[in-house]
């Protein structure tokens, strides 16, 4: 299982975020995500980070896409795709209900019908094909000059329609608020499932988590509720809440010492998980300081057992 970082809150700023991918990539991370809501571009983001960040893989997450004509949308990631040397992952993402009327006033509904549309039209047009499509809510036309290889695109995916479309015409799925038994259980088994049954390869299973090492796990966790209380309030994730479970989102977050939060993310492993996003979520530098040490000692634990597999 691969481990990557998600980063970046309202606050922070396009130097704040280069200096901490620069840290990610010191310390062996295998990717760096940039959060939708951060304040800064994304995929603007992603292209600086890039230029001064070698070998590690870049997610941007677009949300919400519907602000986004797919064509200016391919534009923007073809290019993007070219500056960070083929290093790019999309994720497109349903708008959440806070989230579709913007700030121009627009309002957008059937977000996955939508979200659907995107995704399919980017996949042609990263790889170069024209296009002649009214549809029914947007017209594409024309054709980009695409990169030599178009960047992954994975979708953010609850409902089971969404999951098979994740693995049947997409490249994986990226889930949130997530637990590993719902992750086993109903993620993984239709996003396989879809991807075998059209002839597609296996399917990146992205699992993004809360995590926290410390000794004052009950802090930490109440640092959590305060940050993700609202997902609770919102019916695509309280459904997989309870699926899981639990009562809260914060009751999903990986919290403990360092054995604890181990065996922890061991789980989403067990349970198919083929990247874990890791979200820092501590409250004070010390504990954060041990978060990313042990994430550091598993990733150089899974390279020296990999090595001795090939040896």
């Known amino acids: 299982m691969r481990i990557g970082l998600i980063a970046g809150g309202p606050r922070d700023t396009l130097a704040e975020l280069l200096a901490d991918a620069k840290k990610a990539h010191a310390d062996g991370l295998?990717?760096?995500?940039?959060?939708p809501n951060s304040g800064v571009d994304v995929l603007t983001a992603v292209?600086?980070?890039?230029?001064?960040?070698?070998?590690?893989?870049?997610?941007?997450s677009v949300d919400p896409s519907f602000l986004r004509h797919p064509m200016h949308l391919a534009v923007q990631a073809s290019t993007v795709q070219q500056a960070v040397n083929g290093r790019l992952v999309l994720n497109i993402a349903p708008p959440m209900p806070r989230n579709r009327?913007?700030?121009?006033?627009?309002?957008?509904?059937?977000?996955?019908?939508?979200?659907?549309?995107v995704v399919t039209v980017l996949r042609q047009l990263l790889k170069g094909e024209a296009l002649d499509d009214q549809g029914r809510s947007m017209a594409i036309?024309?054709?980009?000059?695409?990169?030599?290889?178009?960047?992954?695109?994975?979708?953010?995916?609850?409902?089971?329609?969404?999951?098979k479309f994740a693995g049947s015409s997409a490249d994986g799925v990226v889930t949130w608020?997530?637990?590993?038994?719902?992750?086993?259980?109903?993620?993984?088994p239709r996003v396989r499932l879809?991807?075998?049954?059209?002839?597609?390869?296996?399917?990146?299973?992205?699992?993004?988590?809360?995590?926290?090492?410390?000794?004052?796990?009950?802090?930490?966790?109440?640092?959590?509720r305060g940050a993700l209380e609202d997902y609770g309030a919102l019916a695509t994730y309280r459904a997989m809440l309870d699926r899981e479970g639990v009562l809260a989102p914060h009751d999903l977050m990986?919290?403990?010492?360092?054995?604890?939060?181990?065996?922890?993310?061991?789980?989403?492993a067990d349970a198919g998980a083929t990247d874990l996003l890791v979200v820092e979520l501590c409250p004070d530098?010390?504990?954060?300081?041990?978060?990313?040490?042990?994430?550091?000692?598993?990733?150089?634990?899974?390279?020296?057992?990999?090595?001795?597999?090939?040896?």
């Open 30 to 35: 295998a990717s760096y995500w940039i959060s």
């Open 47 to 60: 292209a600086v980070i890039g230029h001064s960040v070698p070998d590690l893989e870049l997610g941007a």
């Open 101 to 117: 009327q913007s700030f121009s006033g627009y309002i957008y509904e059937q977000p996955l019908s939508h979200t659907r549309r």
């Open 141 to 163: 036309r024309g054709r980009i000059e695409a990169p030599i290889v178009a960047p992954p695109i994975l979708v953010s995916a609850f409902k089971s329609r969404m999951l």
């Open 177 to 188: 608020m997530v637990g590993h038994k719902t992750l086993a259980s109903y993620v993984v």
């Open 194 to 224: 879809a991807a075998t049954q059209n002839f597609r390869g296996a399917p990146r299973i992205m699992a993004a988590v809360a995590v926290c090492v410390t000794d004052d796990p009950s802090t930490a966790i109440e640092t959590a």
């Open 254 to 268: 990986v919290a403990g010492d360092e054995d604890e939060v181990k065996d922890g993310l061991l789980k989403f």
């Open 285 to 311: 530098a010390e504990s954060a300081k041990r978060t990313r040490k042990l994430l550091t000692s598993i990733i150089h634990s899974n390279r020296r057992r990999r090595a001795e597999i090939v040896a």
